[in-house]
């Protein structure tokens, strides 16, 4: 009984010093928790110190370096193009007219002295199926010589007239392509001074100088054309054939009754592969042109039946050119290689020739936009058609003798090209040439009044042509174009060739530039000069009885040549231009040309015209907005 009333004690008096300890420590908190809380609402004040910015950036140092290889696959296409020789100019009116900036267009225009002109383009608007259009041009002069020197020579009317009509079909994987052209050029044979028919026969001096007489020394030509064609719209991508295919006929009617008849056929197939492992995808093509000829001469009587000479032939020339030439391109990192050959067959004359001709070419781009360069090997074969020698030379004589081949056989160039700066662009390229059979043109002795050019050729012939060209043009108003072009021709034989190029300048040299002010006043300069040009002309000779005659060189005998030679005048041209955008309908434009006054021409005895002008306006009648455009190169 004691012991459990001692054990009931003792812990009666824990429960009581426990319950006093948890009263005197709740006491203390409370004390502590009032007077902290006290300090904190009276004595503490936030206070937030300056910070500076740490001007040091971090560095980042990419230890992976990631090479990114590209691979190009460039797909060569045979563009399509409608060559037109560069026309001598018959009146030597040469006007540098205004470029087009309007889609339809109808413009018009006359100067001095009597200069008409007319143009007219009409297209139709965008559309994915077909295109077609119609093209119109005539330029002609028509007036008597005019100054001191033009007069002595004998009346000069020219005229040039075209019309050209184009229809395209589009289909999914084709296009159907062909087009009709009818040019008809008036030339006047006026080379010769009026005095040398009243020297020689002063007692029918009238009778040569009427208006029948004048109209029976043109040497005008009707010149059409067309063509039809269709080629594939696969690109090289697609991995696929490609091909394009063309039919075209020519057909030329001289006032002396000369008749050429030009058919032929051109087109290519073109396959992308990877047949070899030197590179990604080659370019296999395969080139095929044909073209026939059939010359007619004529049988008209020409100049000199007056005389009681008149002579009638009829003679017929057929020529073709059959032509194959297997390429291969393809792409090693930053080479592009071309390699390829050339088979043609020729035939002209009876006489068949096959000169074979390598293809190979080499480009290369050292700095990427700023210089590249390129060098190659290849040659051709051109056919001295009618077509091309009287857009070259009006004043050829009718009734050529044989038409035939210029051959180069092996032609070595190379350039380089690439930008000074960004809108600063140049290409320098030299190129040397083996040809044969060139060639040039020549007084012929057997015309009446020597103002008809007969046809030589020169057996052997080393051709060196320099060319530069240095342009500058911004995107809207400013274009400025600087070029010289330096020919040397060398002939390997002494006695089968002329002692120099007949008629073909050694120097050519010609600036343009155009200004747009505000897209509103266009001003255009342009300045051409040719020289170093060489000419066979006649020789006066005195007869033992004072007999004072004229005498030329045989036509075919180049082997005496030496005495009837001449450096002629350079030729200069140097005419400026303008023209205001009244509205986008609406347009006044003059040009005038040959401010220098210089009557030098191209042709011994066929001076130009001196100062002429011409005025006109444009009516732009298509959907399109009047924008000028800077000129494309």
Request: contains cysteine; aromatic residues 16%.
């Amino acid at each position: 009984m004691k012991i459990k009333l001692d054990m009931k004690l003792n812990i009666a008096y824990m429960k009581r010093m426990v319950l006093i300890a948890c009263a005197l420590f709740c006491a203390v908190a409370l004390k502590a928790q009032v007077v902290d809380s006290a300090h904190l609402l009276i004595n503490y004040v936030p206070k937030l110190n300056n910070a500076n910015k740490i001007n040091q950036q971090a560095e980042i140092v990419d230890t992976a370096q990631e090479k990114v290889e590209f691979r190009y696959v460039i797909t060569p296409q045979k563009p399509e193009v409608t060559f037109s020789p560069t026309k001598i100019s018959v009146s030597k009116l040469n006007p540098e007219f205004q470029e087009r900036y309007y889609r339809d267009y109808l413009k018009v225009g006359f100067g001095y002295p009597i200069t008409p002109l007319a143009e007219l383009s009409v297209h139709n608007t965008r559309n994915t199926k077909y295109s077609y259009g119609l093209n119109f041009h005539h330029f002609s002069s028509w007036a008597e010589p005019i100054g001191k020197i033009q007069k002595q020579y004998a009346y000069a009317p020219t005229s040039d007239t075209r019309v050209h009509l184009f229809l395209n079909r589009y289909f999914k994987n084709y296009t159907l392509y062909s087009s009709v052209g009818y040019n008809h050029e008036l030339a006047n044979l006026f080379g010769y001074k009026r005095d040398f028919i009243q020297q020689i026969y002063p007692a029918n001096y009238s009778d040569y100088y009427a208006k029948s007489y004048r109209d029976s020394i043109r040497n005008s030509f009707h010149h059409a054309k067309a063509e039809v064609g269709i080629r594939s719209n696969y690109t090289t991508e697609d991995r696929t054939v490609k091909d394009d295919a063309r039919l075209h006929y020519d057909f030329i009617h001289t006032y002396w009754k000369d008749e050429e008849h030009n058919v032929g056929a051109n087109g290519f197939v073109a396959y992308d592969a990877r047949f070899l492992k030197i590179s990604g995808y080659q370019h296999y093509q395969l080139d095929l042109d044909f073209d026939y000829y059939n010359n007619a001469w004529g049988d008209s009587v020409m100049v000199g039946a007056e005389l009681g000479n008149p002579h009638k032939v009829r003679r017929v020339d057929n020529s073709f050119k059959l032509e194959l030439r297997p390429t291969m391109n393809f792409t090693i990192k930053e080479y592009h290689i071309l390699a390829g050959v050339g088979v043609p067959v020729l035939m002209a004359n009876s006489k068949v020739q096959c000169p074979v001709y390598p293809i190979a070419e080499l480009q290369l781009g050292l700095v990427r936009g700023l210089l590249s360069i390129y060098a190659g090997v290849d040659g051709k074969a051109q056919y001295n058609s009618l077509r091309d020698l009287l857009y070259e030379n009006p004043y050829v004589k009718p009734q050529l003798d044989s038409l035939q081949f210029t051959k180069t056989q092996i032609s070595i160039y190379g350039g380089i090209k690439g930008n000074i700066v960004k809108k600063l662009n140049y290409h320098i390229s030299a190129r040397y040439s083996y040809v044969r059979d060139m060639a040039f043109f020549m007084l012929d002795t057997a015309s009446l009044l020597k103002n008809r050019f007969d046809l030589v050729y020169a057996e052997r012939a080393n051709v060196l042509n320099v060319c530069a060209n240095l342009s500058w043009e911004t995107m809207d108003h400013l274009y400025l174009n600087l070029n010289a072009n330096y020919w040397g021709y060398y002939f390997s034989d002494k006695y089968d060739h002329p002692v120099h190029a007949w008629y073909k300048p050694s120097w050519n040299i010609g600036f343009e530039g155009r200004y747009i002010l505000n897209k509103k006043f266009i001003f255009d300069l342009n300045a051409k000069v040719e020289f170093g040009r060489w000419a066979l002309v006649p020789r006066t000779v005195t007869a033992p009885d004072g007999t004072v005659f004229v005498k030329y060189e045989a036509a075919n005998d180049l082997r005496k040549n030496a005495n009837g030679e001449k450096l002629m005048k350079p030729v200069l041209n140097f005419g400026i231009g303008f023209e205001y955008l009244i509205d986008r309908h609406f347009s006044v434009w003059a040009a005038i040309n040959n401010i220098g006054c210089q009557y030098a021409s191209t042709y011994y005895n066929f001076n130009n015209f001196g100062i002429n002008a011409l005025a006109g306006i444009t009516y732009s009648f298509g959907n399109e907005p009047l924008k000028p455009q800077r000129k494309k190169k």
